[in-house]
């Protein structure tokens, strides 16, 4: 058996060889081409992902400070109002202790006012009837100097008496 020459299989090597080369000029490049696109799409998809990711994250850390801030103003309205009512309570509570205390101090003073309105008129009552006894004692009529002197007189006596 020696080689032969076949013509045939000559013939499908040769067009397999001109199918390649045509593929290669023809179908390759467009394929390329298009594994090529299809590879710059994706990676372009996961770069705006990851930039997007990276705005998310901006974004979530900027919403967590304002929130931190939001908290921390609140805390401080908090306490503002807090010491503000604290000392609005101590203003109400040192008023009313100022108002007792001079409520206190006007009634010892109208205390004071009536009690001696009350030994004025005491001794007067008292220095009237002592004369009205002491006239009807010695049956004499005193006449009103005399009546007034003598109360004078009581009244002058009467205040020296501790009361």
Known sequence: M???????????????IILLIF??????????????????????????AEQERQEAEQLKA?????MRQSREKA????QKATKAG????????ESAKNEA??????????IEREKQKAMAELR??????????????INQKINDDIQH??????IEEAGELPC
């Open 23 to 48: 593929l290669r000029l023809v179908v390759y490049k467009p394929l390329m081409k298009l594994l090529s696109d299809r590879t710059e799409h994706i990676e372009k998809n996961i770069a705006v």
């Open 62 to 66: 900027g919403y967590e400070a304002e």
């Open 86 to 93: 604290e000392d609005q309570a101590a203003e109400i509570i």
């Open 75 to 78: 805390n401080e309205i908090i």
């Open 101 to 110: 205390s001079r409520m206190r101090e006007t009634a010892l003073a109208d």
């Open 124 to 137: 007067d009552q008292v220095a009237s009837l002592s004369v009205l006894v002491a006239g009807k004692i």
């Open 149 to 154: 002197g003598m109360v004078r007189e009581f």
């Open 2 to 16: 020696g080689l032969e020459f076949n013509a045939t299989l000559l013939a499908q090597i040769f067009d397999f």
